[in-house]
C-alpha cells in the first residue's frame, strides 16, 4: 500500500508476467513486428510509464496486457492467469473484473451523465466504490450530473479515471491519458491517477511518448522497435506538480 | 477521379446501399406492375372490342317481329343493329350431376354477326342447317375439359335435346362469363352456347322474330337519347329496358377493376418511393458526416460546392436507377404474373403484355426524383460545408434527459436502458420517421390479409345469414303460386318459399337505378334481409326495402317516396314509400312482400321461383326431377356458389398476399436495417469502448438493437392505426355498385402484420448484431470521434 517505496518491489505479488511477447500484424503484402519478444512484470501497487516513440510497440503491449489483444508468441499471465490461452468470453470477464481502461480521447458515453459513465462501469463490476464516490476522488463531484458535452477535455478525462477506478480494478491501463490536453490540464489529470495509485494501491501502468511524465512512475520502461530497450527505476517519484512540459 | 470514389463508397455501404435499393425496386415494381397491367388489359379490351364489334347498347324484350329492326336501325346516331334469339337452357353434362345452366345466343345464319362478334379459339363455326351444333365458352369448355366433338343434352324450352360441340370460342359481351344473378363466375355450371339463328328460334318459338338487340352507335350519338327511342320502341313487345356499356355486366366487372388496379398503382408506389426517400435521406445525412474531412480536403483543393453536391447526388441517383432498373424487371415478370390472373377471370382471346417505353421512363422518373428529394438536405448540407469547419470533427451530440426520466422514473432505467432512451429522443424527428417507416409496412401487410378476412365475411352474411336455402330455383317465366307445391312434391325437399322478381327502374328526382325488385314473403326463412346492422329485418306489409347502396344512389331515406316503373308485364307506375334499409354487400337491389309485388304488378299470385330447403341425401334426385320440368330454368346451388368463388379467388388472393408480403418484409427489414447500420457507423466507437471496459457482446447488442426493438415496438400499435385507415381507404375505393368490402379486421390480419414486421427486424438485427461480433476494439482507442 506504499507506492512510495521503491524498495524491493520483487517481493510484491506480480500482477502481470509477460514472457517473450511477440506481435506480428500483418498487413496484407507487409508483415508488421510490432513486438519482438518483449519480458516485462508488473507489480502490485506500482506505477510504471511505456515510454516510447510511435511504433516501438508500446500500445500494443498495453493492450495485449489488457486482454484486448493476443500475441503472436510469447505468453501473458494475469496472476496465475494464462491470457494467450484464454477464449474472447474469459478476457470479457478478466476486463470486466480487472482492468480500468483510461484512454487518450476519453470515450465517455455522450448520451451519459458523468456519474451515469462511471456507473456503467459499477452496474457491472462485483465490489465497486459508489460513483459519486469515484467522482469524488478525482474532484467533479459537482459536475456528476453534466453530459459529455457539457465537460472540459480535462474533467472528461478525470470522469474517465472515475469510471476506471470506480470497480476497484486490479490494474489501471493508461493509453496517453494526457494526450489530447494542455500541460497544465494534464498535469490536474496525473494528479487524479497518482493519488488513486497511492491511495488504492492499483497497479498502473502508463502509456505516453511524453519523458517528462516519466519522472512521476517507480518504473520507467523504454521501448524501442518493439523490444524493450532499457527499465530505468526512479529513487524517488515525483509529484505530477513538479512536471512540465 | 471523383467517379471512382462514388464507386467505391458504394461497395464500401453496399449493405445499406442495396436494402435502400430493393425498397426503390419494391415501389417501382408495383408502380410498372399495376401500371402495365391496366395498359395491357386497356389495350387489349380495346382492340377486342373494336376487332369483334363489342356494340354500345343492349336491350332484352318478350318477342318483336324481325322487321321492328328497320326502325330501329333509323334512330339518329345508331351505326349497326343486331338481332339476336337468347334463351336460357338447362344442361345435362355426362358425369356432372349438379343443375348446369346455359345462355344460348344465336348467330347469324349468314356471315359473321353484325355486332358482338364471337372468337374461334378451336374447331369451327356453326353449320345454319344443323340445329344440334353449338360453339361453347372457352371456359365453360376448359371447366369441363371439353373439345370439339364433344356432346351433351340440353332442355331448351322444356324439350330436350342432343348438342354437339363444334368449336370453343369468345366474345366481348361475355369477357367475365357470369351467370344471371350470380354473384361470382361458376365455369362448372354456367355458359354460354352459339347456336345457329333459324335452329334456335325454331325452338323457341321465334321465328322471324327476335328477344334480344344491340347497336352500335356513331361517336356523335346521345346514348340516353337513344336508350329513350329504343325503349319506346320495344315498349309494346315487352322491352325490358335498353342499357349502355357501363351496365352490361362483363363490361362492368372489367370497369371496376380497372379503376381498382388504378387505385392500387397509386398507393403502392408512394408509399415505397416515400420510405426510400426517407431512408436515402438518412443514409446520406450519416455518409455526410462521416465523410468530412474528405470533403473539406477535396475543397482545399479547389472543388467547387457544385462538385461536391453533384457528386453525392450522382450517389444517390446511382442507388435509385439500380433500384428501378432491378423494379421494372420485377413489375415487368410480376405484371406478367398478374396478367395470367386476370386471364382467369376476364377472358380475352390474348392479352398482349405490353410496357409502354414512357411508363418505364415515368417510374424511373418518379424514383429518382423521389430519391433526390429524400437526398436534397443531405447534399446540400455537403455542398455548403466550410473546408475549414469541416476539417474539424463534428461537434459532439448533445445529449438530454428524456421525458421518462424527468418524470422521476430515471431508477427504473439501467444506464444501457437510458442510453437507449436518451438516444431516440435526442433525434426525435428520425425516430418518428422510423417508426412510421415500419407502421407503413406493417400497414401494407394488413391490406393483403385484410381482402382476405374481408371476403370471409361478405361471404358469411350473403350465404350464410342472408341466404340460408340449399337450392334457388328459377322459371322461364313467371308462374302461378301453385307451382310451389309441384316444388314442395319432390322427395326430400323440405320446405319450399316462392319469390318473385321483376325487372324495374327506381326513379327519384332526376336519379334512377335500373335493378330488380324482388317480392318475398313476409315471414321468409331462407331468404332473409339484415339491417345495416346485419340483424334480420321482417318484410313489412307496404312499402319496399332497399339496399343502403341502392338509398345511396337515389339518395332516399326511410319514409321517403320512390317511383317504381315495372318494365315487364303491364309495365305499371306506381309511387312507393321506402320502409327501411337493409345491408348487403354484393349488388344492388330492392326488395317487396310478395304479395305487395302481386298487387302492383296486376297479375295476381304469380312467382318467379323458389328457393328450397332439403335433406341432402336426396340430392341428386332432386336435380334429376328439376332438369326434368320444363318451367325450371335454372338452379343455384347455394354451397357450390360458395366453393366456386373460393376456387377462382384462392389462387389470386395467395399470389397477392405473396406478393404483399415480400414487398412489405421489405420496407421493414430495409428500415430497420438501414436505422440499424447507421447507429452502429454512428455508436460503434462507444459500443466498442464499452466492450473494453468488460461489457460483453451481448450487453452492447442490447443496447445498440434494444432502440431498434423499440422503435419496431413503438411502430407496430401505429401500424395498425395506419393499417386500419389504409383498408378502410381501400375497402371504400374498391366499392361499387357490384359490391361492397366491408371493413372487417380480423385479429389475424393484426396478427400476421406484426408477426411479419416482427421477424424482418429480428432478421436485420441479427445481421447487425454479427457486425458487432466483429467490432474492432483496439481501432477505436485510438482514434477521436
Not at chain 2, 126 to 149: K, L
Not at chain 2, 165 to 193: C, Q, T
Not at chain 2, 550 to 570: C, K, N, Q, W, Y
Not at chain 2, 674 to 684: D, F, P, Y
Request: charge should be neutral; charged fraction near 25%; hydrophobic fraction near 45%.
Amino acid at each position: 500500500m506504499d507506492g512510495r517505496t521503491p524498495n524491493a518491489p520483487e517481493t510484491r505479488e506480480t500482477v502481470f508476467r509477460a514472457r517473450g511477447l511477440t506481435k506480428i500484424y500483418d498487413m496484407g503484402e507487409v508483415k508488421v513486428h510490432a513486438l519482438r519478444g518483449a519480458d516485462l512484470d508488473l507489480f502490485e501497487g506500482e506505477l510504471i510509464v511505456l515510454l516510447g516513440p510511435s511504433g516501438s510497440g508500446k500500445s500494443t503491449l498495453l493492450n495485449i496486457l489488457g486482454g484486448l489483444d493476443v500475441p503472436s508468441a510469447g505468453t501473458v499471465h494475469y496472476r496465475e492467469m494464462d491470457l494467450t490461452k484464454a477464449t474472447e468470453k474469459e478476457l470479457t470477464s478478466f476486463r470486466r473484473r480487472n482492468v480500468g481502461f483510461i484512454f487518450q480521447f476519453y470515450n465517455l458515453i455522450p448520451s451519459l451523465t458523468a456519474v451515469e459513465n462511471v456507473a456503467v462501469v459499477t452496474d457491472i463490476a462485483e465490489k465497486p466504490m459508489r460513483p459519486e464516490d469515484a467522482l469524488d476522488l478525482v474532484g467533479l463531484s459537482d459536475r456528476k450530473d453534466h453530459f459529455p458535452a457539457q465537460l472540459s477535455g480535462g474533467e472528461q478525462q478525470r470522469v474517465s479515471i472515475a469510471r476506471a477506478i470506480a470497480k476497484n480494478p486490479a490494474v489501471l491501463l493508461c493509453d496517453e491519458p494526457t494526450g489530447a490536453l494542455d500541460s497544465a490540464t494534464g498535469i490536474v489529470v496525473l494528479e487524479a491517477l497518482e493519488r488513486v495509485n497511492r491511495e488504492l494501491g492499483t497497479a498502473t501502468a502508463v502509456i505516453t511518448h511524453n519523458a517528462d511524465i516519466a519522472g512521476m512512475a517507480d518504473r520507467v520502461v523504454h521501448l524501442r522497435s518493439g523490444l524493450i530497450a532499457e527499465i530505468e527505476r526512479n529513487e524517488r517519484r515525483k509529484s505530477p506538480r513538479d512536471l512540465h512540459w | 477521379m471523383l467517379d471512382r470514389k462514388l464507386l467505391r463508397d458504394l461497395v464500401g455501404l453496399k449493405g445499406q446501399a442495396m436494402a435502400i435499393a430493393m425498397v426503390i425496386v419494391s415501389g417501382v415494381a408495383t408502380l410498372v406492375m399495376s401500371v402495365s397491367t391496366l395498359d395491357s388489359l386497356r389495350r387489349t379490351q380495346e382492340i377486342y372490342y373494336r376487332d369483334y364489334r363489342f356494340a354500345d347498347v343492349f336491350a332484352s324484350l318478350k318477342r318483336a317481329p324481325e322487321a321492328l329492326r328497320s326502325r330501329i336501325l333509323e334512330i339518329p346516331g345508331v351505326d349497326a343493329v343486331e338481332t339476336r334469339v337468347v334463351a336460357a337452357a338447362s344442361l345435362d353434362i355426362p358425369d356432372f350431376p349438379d343443375p348446369v345452366r346455359a345462355q344460348l345466343v344465336s348467330l347469324p345464319d349468314e356471315g359473321a354477326p353484325r355486332l358482338n362478334g364471337l372468337f374461334l379459339r378451336k374447331g369451327r363455326m356453326v353449320d345454319p342447317r344443323r340445329g344440334d351444333e353449338v360453339v361453347v365458352s372457352e371456359p365453360f369448355a376448359e371447366a369441363h375439359e371439353f373439345a370439339p366433338g364433344d356432346s351433351f343434352a340440353a332442355v331448351v324450352n322444356g324439350k330436350r335435346k342432343s348438342l354437339t360441340i363444334v368449336g370453343i370460342g369468345l366474345s366481348p359481351e361475355h369477357i367475365y362469363e357470369i351467370g344471371p344473378g350470380a354473384l361470382f363466375p361458376d365455369n362448372k355450371r354456367f355458359g354460354i352456347l352459339w347456336m345457329a339463328r333459324a335452329q334456335l328460334a325454331a325452338a323457341n318459338n321465334m321465328e322471324g322474330a327476335f328477344n334480344d338487340v344491340s347497336l352500335a352507335l356513331s361517336s356523335e350519338a346521345s346514348l340516353p337519347d337513344t336508350i329513350e327511342r329504343l325503349d319506346a320502341i320495344l315498349a309494346p313487345h315487352g322491352g325490358l329496358g335498353a342499357y349502355g356499356r357501363k351496365d352490361q355486366v362483363s363490361h362492368r366487372y372489367l370497369f371496376e377493376e380497372f379503376r381498382q388496379l388504378g387505385t392500387l398503382a397509386a398507393i403502392f408506389p408512394a408509399i415505397f418511393l416515400g420510405v426510400a426517400a426517407f431512408l436515402l435521406n438518412v443514409f446520406l445525412g450519416r455518409l455526410v458526416g462521416t465523410q468530412r474531412e474528405q470533403i473539406a480536403i477535396l475543397k482545399a483543393f479547389g472543388y467547387a460546392n457544385r462538385d461536391i453536391g453533384l457528386h453525392y447526388a450522382k450517389l444517390v441517383v446511382v442507388i435509385a436507377l439500380a433500384g428501378t432498373a432491378g423494379g421494372v424487371a420485377a413489375g415487368i415478370w410480376l405484371g406478367k404474373g398478374l396478367g395470367r390472373i386476370y386471364m382467369d377471370y376476364y377472358r380475352f382471346p390474348f392479352l398482349e403484355y405490353v410496357l409502354k417505353p414512357e411508363d418505364a421512363a415515368l417510374a424511373c422518373l418518379v424514383s429518382v426524383v423521389a430519391a433526390l428529394i429524400g437526398a436534397l438536405q443531405a447534399v446540400r448540407r455537403a455542398a455548403l460545408l466550410p473546408p475549414a469547419e469541416a476539417m474539424r470533427p463534428e461537434p459532439p451530440e448533445r445529449y438530454r434527459e428524456t421525458v421518462i426520466e424527468r418524470l422521476g422514473l430515471k431508477r427504473l432505467l439501467s444506464q444501457p436502458a437510458r442510453m437507449i432512451a436518451r438516444h431516440i429522443g435526442r433525434r426525435p424527428v428520425k425516430s418518428l420517421l422510423t417508426v412510421i417507416g415500419i407502421a407503413l409496412a406493417c400497414a401494407i401487410l394488413m391490406v393483403g390479409r385484410f381482402q382476405e378476412g374481408a371476403i370471409d365475411f361478405m361471404v358469411d352474411v350473403e350465404f350464410r345469414d342472408s341466404r340460408r336455402e340449399d337450392l334457388a330455383v328459377a322459371f322461364v317465366e313467371p308462374a302461378s303460386r301453385a307451382a310451389i307445391h309441384e316444388l314442395q312434391g319432390i322427395e326430400g325437399v323440405e320446405y319450399a318459399e316462392p319469390y318473385r322478381t321483376v325487372a324495374v327502374r327506381l326513379r327519384h328526382g332526376h336519379k334512377t337505378y335500373r335493378t330488380s325488385l324482388r317480392g318475398i314473403e313476409p315471414d321468409a326463412r331462407l331468404y332473409r334481409l339484415l339491417d345495416t346492422d346485419l340483424r334480420p329485418i321482417e318484410m313489412p306489409p307496404e312499402g319496399m326495402l332497399l339496399t343502403d347502396q341502392l338509398g345511396e344512389i337515389l339518395g332516399v331515406r326511410p319514409g321517403d317516396m320512390v317511383t317504381v316503373e315495372a318494365l315487364e308485364g303491364r309495365r305499371p307506375v306506381r309511387e312507393t314509400v321506402v320502409a327501411a334499409l337493409t345491408k348487403q354487400y354484393v349488388g344492388v337491389s330492392a326488395y317487396m312482400g310478395l304479395s305487395p309485388l302481386n298487387r302492383l304488378m296486376g297479375e295476381g299470385e304469380a312467382i318467379s321461383g323458389a328457393y328450397l330447403f332439403t335433406d341432402k341425401r336426396y340430392l341428386p334426385d332432386i336435380y334429376r326431377k328439376l332438369k326434368e320440368m320444363p318451367r325450371v330454368a335454372g338452379t343455384a346451388i347455394r354451397e357450390n356458389e360458395i366453393r366456386s368463388f373460393y376456387d377462382t379467388l384462392a389462387e389470386s388472393l395467395l399470389v397477392f398476399t405473396f406478393i404483399n408480403t415480400m414487398l412489405a418484409g421489405t420496407i421493414a427489414f430495409g428500415v430497420v436495417y438501414n436505422s440499424a447500420r447507421i447507429a452502429l457507423s454512428e455508436r460503434s466507437r462507444e459500443l466498442a469502448s464499452l466492450r473494453v471496459l468488460g461489457y460483453t457482446r451481448g450487453e452492447i447488442s442490447y443496447i445498440l438493437l434494444g432502440e431498434l426493438g423499440v422503435l419496431t415496438l413503438a411502430s407496430v400499435p401505429l401500424g395498425f392505426l395506419v393499417g386500419r385507415g389504409l383498408c378502410g381507404y381501400i375497402a371504400n375505393k374498391l366499392g361499387s355498385d357490384l359490391y361492397r368490402v366491408p371493413l372487417v379486421m380480423e385479429p389475424g390480419t393484426y396478427g400476421f402484420a406484426a408477426a411479419v414486421v416482427l421477424v424482418s427486424s429480428c432478421v436485420s438485427g441479427l445481421v447487425v448484431r454479427r457486425r458487432l461480433d466483429r467490432l474492432d476494439l483496439v481501432a477505436v482507442l485510438k482514434t477521436r470521434e
